[in-house]
């Protein structure tokens, strides 16, 4: 028997509703039944990177209704690989910078796809929109996951190994065994903190401007990790499939550059001022890393 709580990231009195996931609300099925065929994480996370890729094909080919199902399941099995790792207990740092970088590639892909698709139909604009679009999603989800990582330091139990500052690290020799190994990791680390490490770090500093404009600030608040969740890969890999599948890929470029952006503006502004919100709890504000 599956125990599938071992799969989540909280335990059931921290958790809270990821908008993100809503639209691959069966992807703990396919757990089970990756679990059941005994598959290793590391190769849901290479089946991820590899449907992404597949998909990017297809959206420069044309052939939007193959690209929006191939994206769909690389949302999918890319849910599925770490839920996959905690509940067999085989997690690994390799697996978590694997995972983050096999999104970056993929993503980059398919907006660089959709871009050059566009252009070669006759609209050159959007050689401005694909790059604004590109930049804008990463940075949106690195807001998330900053403000993901320090709800699990403050609200307790998260099942988590990122952290909100992978270049400080302490933990790399967590990978034993084969030299290869831990060459493969160290690699691995330096082309995150290449990709990742300036976003993470922005969200740090604006984190802390907010922290000294309004005093304090919670971040144990299921409610507004609810709406940062909206922020994660798996919202902009939706809003591309529903742009797919109304012949239109592209809109979805516009959509991630104007209407993201301005949610996570909003939703920034909105911390500001919650400084004495009657009868609300708040906790000190911490510095960045």
Same mark, same amino acid.
């Given at each position: 028997m599956v125990d599938i709580e071992k799969s989540e990231k909280f335990p059931p009195e921290q958790r809270y509703v990821n908008i993100s996931m809503l639209w691959i609300f069966y992807? @703990?099925?396919?757990?089970?039944?990756l679990h059941h065929l005994r598959f290793r994480h590391e190769a849901v996370t290479l089946m991820s990177i590899a449907l992404g890729m597949i998909s990017a094909y297809f959206f420069y080919r044309g052939n939007l209704l193959a690209a929006a199902v191939a994206i769909h399941f690389k949302d999918v099995f890319d849910a599925c690989d770490g839920a996959l790792a905690r509940l067999t207990g085989k997690g690994h740092l390799i697996g978590r910078y694997l995972d983050s970088l096999g999104d970056f590639v993929v993503l980059s892909l398919v907006v660089t796809a959709i871009t050059v698709r566009a252009v070669a139909t006759g609209e050159p604009s959007y050689l401005a929109w694909g790059p604004i679009a590109g930049l804008s999603l990463f940075i949106q989800c690195s807001f998330f996951n900053y403000y993901h990582l320090r709800y699990? %330091?403050? $609200?307790?139990? #998260?099942? /988590?190994? =990122?952290?909100? &500052? %992978? =270049? *400080? @690290?302490? &933990? /790399? &020799? =967590?990978?034993? #065994?084969?030299?290869w190994k831990r060459r493969l990791l160290y690699v691995? @680390?330096?082309w995150y903190i290449v990709v990742f490490g300036w976003q993470d770090k922005l969200a740090a500093v604006m984190d802390g401007?907010?922290?000294? @404009? *309004? #005093? !304090?600030?919670?971040? &144990? *608040? !299921?409610?507004?990790?609810t709406l940062y969740s909206a922020l994660c890969f798996g919202t902009h890999i939706f809003?591309?499939?529903?742009? $797919?599948?109304? #012949?239109?890929?592209?809109?979805? /470029?516009?959509?991630?550059?104007?209407?993201?952006?301005l949610y996570l503006v909003v939703l920034l502004a909105w911390r500001i001022p919650r400084r004495g919100r009657r009868g609300e709890p708040t906790l000190p504000p911490v510095a960045p890393d």
């Open positions: 992807f @703990r099925q396919v757990v089970r039944i699990a %330091e403050h $609200a307790g139990g #998260g099942r /988590l190994t =990122s952290k909100t &500052d %992978e =270049s *400080s @690290r302490a &933990d /790399l &020799d =967590s990978v034993r #065994g084969d030299g691995l @680390r330096f401007w907010l922290c000294r @404009r *309004s #005093g !304090k600030i919670r971040y &144990d *608040s !299921k409610p507004m990790m809003v591309m499939i529903v742009c $797919a599948l109304a #012949g239109r890929p592209q809109y979805a /470029l516009i959509f991630i550059a104007t209407v993201m952006n």
